[in-house]
């Protein structure tokens, strides 16, 4: 065995660039495979397991501090079926002073004295828990953001103003903000935190809340939340990311394997003849196999260490982009993932080389021997002939010729960028559906929202809090014409919401009238068109699904006392579970707009206009304030985070691959290098005619890759789709236009030049009189 | 035409390769250096030709510094004053013979055609140009030595080095190579020959040279 060891450690140091190219392309594969692995673990139900992890509360319950003292709250504890329990916190709802691009939104204040319990284990994600009774620490989607800042509340006795110290996360969104329970010297009442043993379903926990309440005084439960309608909502708004996010795991995965197993495989091809130099020496297969195995694992090891750290690195801002866009706490990377990923890719990296070196081994010593010593086979004449002959300076005709003399090799370098290609036009097809998914979600494009429905500002209201304000006045003629007026609309629509009935169809829909010009909105059609008058509408899926309608059907809405008969022409997309109806203002005249949303022109400050809108409108009360924002573009941009580390890490990886055919290949013919040198080849020649030598397998990778990569997106965006229960829009799938999928037949050009980049510097950099001594 | 001055030049914790040489040559001599195996002999040719730099000392060819060249200016060097001609004939299994020999043209930027007739002319003057459209691995010893010289001048060196040039020939054929340097010889080639061939180095050299050890064995230069 030791001389199994010299021979390992010798071909180890002996082949230093491939033994650095198999330990690089383990690290990345490693590294890509934790972020993968941990992007599918924190995409598999990400709400029940950070519900699970926090011991998240099956019921949130609030008790009128005038009817129910502190004890008895505590008492209820003790109710049949509940296995735990946390509370009595004080609470009250307060609208703190807003910043004056701000929605004055009113916030539930908990008094806690420590994020942890047994119920409802609060996630700090940034700062710490308030410790002092002025101190302040905010829920994750809570709209007041920053450290440090002072949020003052003048409807609380003596106006209290706490410093922002922290942000946390209640996957049970148990309250908005929390304080020292000092802080909250006159709560409206007291929250209690309770789970349950049977807790699966609503008529179960309606039977837990039903017996809390017999527990104690009539009136004292003024408020109660199910876990069930907190998951209702979790899922709804990630649901959609969810089969996109996983999908770039698996990508991820997938391509680790196979790029670690194709470098493997060249690395140990290229080593035939001193593998048969050993096997003359007196090594059987069996040893030739143990000792390239170990040749490959010995860096595997080492790159899988690194590649370990590397990922659990990465995986910490991704996996905090990943639950920011889940809504749940951050979580770290599960050790058994790390494990995994480890065991998979090294038990690729021995299956590989284990193969490779096995085939190797079995040739027969003279064949292994010859490799490298016999004349050329004649492949790639014909295309040197040709290349001597195009104009153009020779070094490049001597690099173009090149993969010709070795197809077997160029095929290699060619899968890999094909590969490579295939993945990134996938990953940036899928990237542009799920950021397409995310902004259709909100279907909302404008740039400035006016709220005449006041009750806009109760949003996130919880038991207890102060009635909703009533409509403000003015004519929705009286404030078009004052929006139209003011310089820099571009355009605007007016909508008005409210519930409608279907005739013949139980409960109730969601209906949107829309006045104006609405086909900047941001409304995406999954088939059929828009509306284009009184009497048409279109419906979301949930809709037609309830009401066992399709395009084409007429429905007889009925709303405000008034019976209108509608044809659905269109199905417009939204993944809420929702049932929702669009239909053109004249419908139903007699709504009144709850909002207008208004498109600015380019280049226009939104805040000065806002401004100046207010001040036009204040004679009718109306509130002006900047749309977007909030989460929405938070998701965005942590999508696109995402995407972008992810693609990337891909890229990357496929580069690898190329570099390591390279490298093999400029090892082979580092001789014929060295000859042009002696010739009088300059390092700039000798760089030129490495990379030319790559440009055809980039770009037939790339011409191959393009089309292949949006054939797959466009097969997997609509299944993933459909996993996700949603019928996507076609503008969601059609994603890649012409310009793109040109700039990505350069991409594949360029992962092949990147990738070849380090090797043409080594070619260059060589010494002529060893090179030319080279074997 | 070319003057070494101290010339040191070692590798790793061995003995230096060459150790203070110290040696000049006019326009149109011819220096056969020769000595046994590991004497230094081609690591002086590699000086001379800017593949290899000194340790010590310097090196001109033509009045050129060659041992203080970047690697482009020596690649530059050797196109514009050095022709190389190798033992084991370096040729490029994948072109033809014309394009072998076209290639330290076509390298430094000369057209395509120029480089073409050129090559012509001298696969005819070495009387192998019925082999120009052939590839190395069908050609014997002796003509692939002949398509090395004629690679070696296509760009009209000033300086002709040859690194055993019949070492790896079998009689016949050495005796056709001494007898075209012969002739290289008489057109008043500046050429220095690496070689163990003991009658090349004496029906050719004008001034031969014996390296020991990386040392010059005195006489240094005799006539």
């Given at each position: 065995m030791s001389g199994l060891g010299q021979v390992v450690r010798s071909g180890i140091r002996r082949r230093r660039l491939t033994t650095v190219a198999v330990g690089l392309a383990v690290?990345?594969a490693?590294?890509?495979?934790?972020?993968?692995?941990?992007?599918?673990?924190?995409?598999?139900?990400?709400?029940?397991?950070?519900?699970?992890?926090?011991?998240?509360?099956?019921?949130?319950?609030?008790?009128?501090?005038?009817?129910?003292?502190?004890?008895?709250?505590?008492?209820?504890?003790?109710?049949?079926?509940?296995?735990?329990?946390?509370?009595?916190?004080?609470?009250?709802?307060?609208?703190?002073?807003?910043?004056?691009?701000?929605?004055?939104?009113?916030?539930?204040?908990?008094?806690?004295?420590?994020?942890?319990?047994?119920?409802?284990?609060?996630?700090?994600?940034?700062?710490?828990?308030?410790?002092?009774?002025?101190?302040?620490?905010?829920?994750?989607?809570?709209?007041?953001?920053?450290?440090?800042?002072?949020?003052?509340?003048?409807?609380?006795?003596?106006?209290?103003?706490?410093?922002?110290?922290?942000?946390?996360?209640?996957?049970?969104?148990?309250?908005?903000?929390?304080?020292?329970?000092?802080?909250?010297?006159?709560?409206?009442?007291?929250?209690?935190?309770?789970?349950?043993?049977?807790?699966?379903?609503?008529?179960?926990?309606?039977?837990?809340?039903?017996?809390?309440?017999?527990?104690?005084?009539?009136?004292?439960?003024?408020?109660?939340?199910?876990?069930?309608?907190?998951?209702?909502?979790?899922?709804?708004?990630?649901?959609?990311?969810?089969?996109?996010?996983?999908?770039?795991?698996?990508?991820?995965?997938?391509?680790?394997a196979l790029i670690v197993g194709t470098v493997v495989t060249g690395a140990i091809g290229a080593s035939i003849r001193r593998i048969g130099i050993l096997k003359a020496l007196g090594c059987t297969p069996a040893q030739v196999t143990r000792a390239y195995a170990g040749q490959a694992l010995l860096p595997a090891s080492a790159g899988a260490a690194?590649?370990?750290?590397?990922?659990?690195?990465?995986?910490?801002?991704?996996?905090?982009?990943?639950?920011?866009?889940?809504?749940?706490?951050?979580?770290?990377?599960?050790?058994?993932?790390?494990?995994?990923?480890v065991a998979g890719i090294l038990a690729v990296v021995a299956a590989t080389a284990i193969s490779s070196a096995w085939r190797a081994g079995r040739l027969r010593t003279v064949d292994a021997l010859a490799v490298g010593q016999r004349p050329t086979s004649?492949?790639?004449?014909?295309?040197?002939?040709?290349?001597?002959?195009?104009?153009?300076?020779?070094?490049?005709?001597?690099?173009?010729?090149?993969?010709?003399?070795r197809p077997a090799r160029?095929f290699g370098?060619?899968?890999?960028?094909?590969?490579?290609?295939?993945?990134?036009?996938?990953?940036?097809?899928?990237?542009?559906?799920?950021?397409?998914?995310?902004?259709?979600?909100?279907?909302?494009?404008?740039?400035?929202?006016?709220?005449?429905?006041?009750?806009?500002?109760?949003?996130?209201?919880?038991?207890?809090?102060?009635?909703?304000?009533?409509?403000?006045?003015?004519?929705?003629?009286?404030?078009?014409?004052?929006?139209?007026?003011?310089?820099?609309?571009?355009?605007?629509?007016?909508?008005?919401?409210?519930?409608?009935?279907?005739?013949?169809?139980?409960?109730?829909?969601?209906?949107?009238?829309?006045?104006?010009?609405?086909?900047?909105?941001?409304?995406?059609?999954?088939?059929?068109?828009?509306?284009?008058?009184?009497?048409?509408?279109?419906?979301?899926?949930?809709?037609?699904?309830?009401?066992?309608?399709?395009?084409?059907?007429?429905?007889?809405?009925?709303?405000?006392?008034?019976?209108?008969?509608?044809?659905?022409?269109?199905?417009?997309?939204?993944?809420?579970?929702?049932?929702?109806?669009?239909?053109?203002?004249?419908?139903?005249?007699?709504?009144?707009?709850?909002?207008?949303?208004?498109?600015?022109?380019?280049?226009?400050?939104?805040?000065?206009?806002?401004?100046?809108?207010?001040?036009?409108?204040?004679?009718?009360?109306?509130?002006?304030?900047?749309?977007?924002?909030?989460?929405?573009?938070?998701?965005?941009?942590?999508?696109?985070?995402?995407?972008?580390?992810?693609?990337?890490?891909?890229?990357?990886?496929?580069?690898?691959g190329?570099?390591n055919d390279?490298v093999l290949d400029t090892r082979d013919r580092i001789h014929?290098?060295?000859?042009?040198?002696?010739?009088?080849?300059?390092?700039?020649?000798?760089?030129?005619?490495?990379?030319?030598?790559?440009?055809?397998?980039?770009?037939?990778?790339?011409?191959?890759?393009?089309?292949?990569?949006?054939?797959?997106?466009?097969?997997?965006?609509?299944?993933?789709?459909?996993?996700?229960?949603?019928?996507?829009?076609?503008?969601?799938?059609?994603?890649?236009?012409?310009?793109?999928?040109?700039?990505?037949?350069?991409?594949?050009?360029?992962?092949?030049?990147?990738?070849?980049?380090?090797?043409?510097?080594?070619?260059?950099?060589?010494?002529?009189?060893?090179?030319?001594r080279t074997e | 035409?070319?003057?070494?001055?101290?010339?040191?030049?070692?590798?790793?914790?061995?003995?230096?390769?060459?150790?203070?040489?110290?040696?000049?040559?006019?326009?149109?001599?011819?220096?056969?250096?020769?000595?046994?195996?590991?004497?230094?002999?081609?690591?002086?040719?590699?000086?001379?030709?800017?593949?290899?730099?000194?340790?010590?000392?310097?090196?001109?060819?033509?009045?050129?510094?060659?041992?203080?060249?970047?690697?482009?200016?020596?690649?530059?060097?050797?196109?514009?004053?050095?022709?190389?001609?190798?033992?084991?004939?370096?040729?490029?299994?994948?072109?033809?013979?014309?394009?072998?020999?076209?290639?330290?043209?076509?390298?430094?930027?000369?057209?395509?055609?120029?480089?073409?007739?050129?090559?012509?002319?001298?696969?005819?003057?070495?009387?192998?140009?019925?082999?120009?459209?052939?590839?190395?691995?069908?050609?014997?010893?002796?003509?692939?030595?002949?398509?090395?010289?004629?690679?070696?001048?296509?760009?009209?060196?000033?300086?002709?080095?040859?690194?055993?040039?019949?070492?790896?020939?079998?009689?016949?054929?050495?005796?056709?190579?001494?007898?075209?340097?012969?002739?290289?010889?008489?057109?008043?080639?500046?050429?220095?020959?690496?070689?163990?061939?003991?009658?090349?180095?004496?029906?050719?050299?004008?001034?031969?040279?014996?390296?020991?050890?990386?040392?010059?064995?005195?006489?240094?230069?005799?006539?």
């Open positions: 690290l990345m490693v590294t890509a495979a934790v972020l993968g692995g941990s992007l599918l673990v924190a995409s598999s139900a990400p709400f029940a397991r950070a519900f699970a992890r926090q011991h998240g509360a099956h019921l949130t319950v609030q008790f009128d501090a005038t009817k129910l003292s502190p004890a008895q709250a505590a008492g209820t504890a003790r109710t049949t079926g509940i296995t735990a329990a946390a509370g009595p916190f004080p609470v009250v709802s307060a609208t703190p002073k807003a910043q004056p691009t701000q929605a004055p939104a009113p916030l539930t204040l908990v008094g806690r004295p420590d994020p942890d319990g047994a119920v409802d284990d609060v996630e700090v994600t940034n700062g710490r828990w308030p410790s002092k009774p002025d101190e302040i620490v905010l829920s994750g989607d809570a709209p007041y953001a920053r450290l440090g800042a002072v949020l003052r509340f003048p409807a609380l006795p003596g106006s209290p103003a706490f410093t922002v110290v922290g942000h946390a996360v209640s996957v049970s969104r148990t309250a908005d903000a929390w304080v020292t329970p000092d802080a909250l010297t006159a709560p409206a009442g007291y929250q209690m935190l309770y789970r349950f043993a049977d807790a699966g379903s609503d008529a179960q926990v309606a039977a837990d809340r039903g017996r809390i309440a017999a527990a104690t005084p009539a009136g004292a439960l003024t408020g109660s939340r199910s876990w069930l309608v907190v998951k209702h909502d979790a899922d709804q708004n990630t649901g959609v990311f969810v089969p996109f996010l996983a999908a770039f795991g698996i990508l991820g995965l997938v391509m680790s690194l590649g370990v750290v590397a990922g659990n690195a990465l995986a910490v801002p991704v996996l905090a982009q990943t639950n920011s866009v889940y809504g749940t706490p951050s979580s770290g990377v599960a050790p058994w993932t790390d494990f995994l990923v004649g492949h790639g004449r014909v295309a040197a002939w040709i290349a001597a002959r195009v104009p153009g300076p020779q070094q490049l005709g001597l690099g173009l010729s090149r993969p010709f003399a160029a370098l060619l899968a890999a960028v094909t590969f490579g290609t295939v993945t990134v036009t996938f990953a940036l097809g899928l990237a542009a559906t799920t950021a397409d998914v995310a902004t259709a979600k909100n279907h909302d494009n404008a740039d400035v929202v006016v709220h005449a429905d006041l009750q806009f500002l109760g949003r996130g209201q919880k038991p207890g809090t102060s009635p909703r304000p009533a409509k403000a006045t003015g004519t929705s003629a009286q404030i078009g014409v004052a929006i139209t007026a003011q310089p820099g609309t571009r355009a605007y629509y007016a909508l008005a919401e409210t519930s409608v009935a279907v005739a013949g169809v139980s409960g109730t829909s969601d209906l949107y009238a829309f006045a104006g010009d609405t086909s900047w909105a941001g409304y995406q059609m999954v088939a059929g068109t828009w509306f284009h008058g009184p009497g048409e509408a279109v419906a979301v899926s949930t809709f037609l699904h309830e009401t066992g309608t399709r395009i084409g059907d007429t429905v007889t809405l009925q709303a405000q006392g008034q019976a209108v008969p509608v044809r659905i022409v269109g199905e417009v997309f939204d993944p809420h579970t929702t049932p929702e109806v669009l239909v053109d203002a004249a419908t139903f005249p007699q709504l009144t707009p709850d909002s207008y949303h208004i498109a600015l022109r380019s280049g226009v400050n939104t805040s000065a206009y806002t401004s100046r809108l207010q001040a036009a409108l204040r004679p009718y009360g109306l509130e002006v304030l900047p749309a977007g924002g909030g989460s929405h573009s938070g998701t965005l941009l942590a999508l696109n985070a995402l995407t972008g580390l992810l693609t990337l890490m891909l890229v990357v990886i496929a580069g690898l190329v570099l390279v014929d290098i060295g000859v042009c040198k002696a010739l009088g080849m300059t390092p700039r020649q000798t760089v030129a005619m490495v990379l030319t030598s790559v440009l055809p397998a980039g770009l037939a990778g790339g011409l191959l890759g393009v089309p292949a990569g949006f054939l797959l997106h466009a097969r997997i965006a609509p299944a993933m789709g459909h996993a996700a229960g949603l019928n996507l829009p076609t503008q969601a799938v059609n994603v890649l236009h012409r310009p793109e999928l040109s700039a990505l037949v350069i991409a594949g050009l360029l992962i092949a030049l990147l990738g070849a980049a380090l090797p043409a510097g080594w070619a260059a950099r060589t010494r002529t009189a060893t090179a030319l | 035409m070319i003057e070494l001055e101290g010339v040191c030049r070692g590798y790793g914790a061995g003995p230096p390769a060459l150790q203070d040489v110290t040696l000049r040559l006019a326009r149109g001599e011819t220096l056969a250096v020769v000595g046994p195996s590991g004497s230094g002999k081609s690591t002086l040719i590699n000086l001379l030709a800017g593949l290899d730099r000194p340790d010590a000392g310097t090196v001109t060819v033509d009045g050129i510094r060659v041992d203080s060249l970047s690697e482009a200016a020596s690649a530059r060097y050797r196109r514009s004053r050095v022709g190389l001609v190798f033992q084991f004939f370096n040729l490029l299994d994948d072109l033809t013979v014309t394009d072998n020999v076209t290639l330290p043209a076509t390298l430094a930027g000369m057209a395509r055609t120029t480089a073409r007739r050129r090559a012509a002319e001298l696969l005819e003057r070495l009387g192998i140009n019925r082999l120009a459209q052939s590839y190395p691995g069908r050609l014997s010893g002796g003509e692939r030595q002949r398509v090395g010289v004629a690679r070696a001048l296509i760009n009209r060196p000033a300086l002709l080095l040859a690194d055993e040039p019949t070492g790896a020939l079998d009689s016949a054929a050495a005796a056709d190579v001494r007898g075209l340097f012969a002739d290289l010889h008489a057109e008043d080639q500046t050429i220095v020959l690496v070689t163990h061939d003991l009658t090349l180095a004496g029906t050719l050299a004008t001034h031969t040279v014996k390296l020991l050890d990386g040392r010059t064995v005195a006489p240094e230069v005799t006539e």
